[in-house]
């Protein structure tokens, strides 16, 4: 009996994590409130309190939950090629395309989520550090191809990764718009790594 309240106490967690997203999504981040996220359920404001103290709480676990997903789905290797380094990415970018529930999430994060500073330093103090690994882990994947001889030896590392991220943000940035594109995520991902990259590539 007790496994199974576990369990029963699991999926209303789930069922508010998943509630309070599309609320906020629908609404923003300073106008949802606990009411509104339980009675979408039907659960009492109470029992949101039980698993959630604040909003601010019900967001980091969302990010938490968000991004520890999507990157069960990509690669775990450094990639040993230029060529492995486009696919990961380009695998990145088809993965979000798939998951709608992603993009709902990256909309609000980006447009429906009123960062005040105190509530920015309380999550940042949570997920920072899970946030912060894809561009680690991008960085580290660079480095690996220069040390191998695959990118150009006075190649700046940092200035590459700065290029990568703000390139990649702005195409997303663009795909959770709904902005109209000839091509879709993936293909521009993809066409876009190959510019960056051929610039830096050792000729072989």
């Known amino acids: 009996m007790a496994r199974k309240t576990k369990e029963d106490a699991e999926q209303t967690r789930q069922a508010i994590l998943d509630s309070a997203l599309q609320t906020f999504y629908e609404k923003g981040f300073s106008r949802t409130t606990f009411d509104e996220i339980a009675r979408r359920i039907n659960l009492t404001k109470g ?3 039980w698993h959630f103290r604040n909003k601010t709480d019900l967001i980091s676990a969302i990010i938490v939950q968000k991004i520890t997903a999507q ?5 775990q290797e450094l990639p040993t090629t230029i060529d492995e380094l486009r696919e990961a990415v380009v695998s990145r970018a088809n993965i979000i395309e798939k998951d709608t529930d992603f993009k709902r ?12 500073a105190a509530v920015f ?3 940042w103090s949570e997920v920072g550090e899970l946030c912060e690994l894809p561009d680690r882990k991008l960085a580290e994947a660079l480095q690996h191809l220069k040390d191998s001889g695959e990118i150009k030896s006075d190649t700046n590392i940092q200035e590459l990764l700065e290029i990568l991220t703000s390139f990649w943000k702005g195409l997303i940035d663009k795909y959770i718009l709904g902005v109209k594109q000839d091509r879709n995520l993936s293909y521009m991902v993809s066409q876009g ?11 072989k």
């Open 71 to 75: 990157r069960k789905l990509y690669p």
């Open 47 to 49: 029992a949101v309190y």
């Open 121 to 123: 330093d309380k999550v």
């Open 193 to 203: 790594i190959n510019m960056i990259i051929n610039g830096v590539r050792v000729e």
């Open 105 to 116: 999430f990256l909309f609000f994060m980006v447009y429906r989520m009123e960062w005040s």
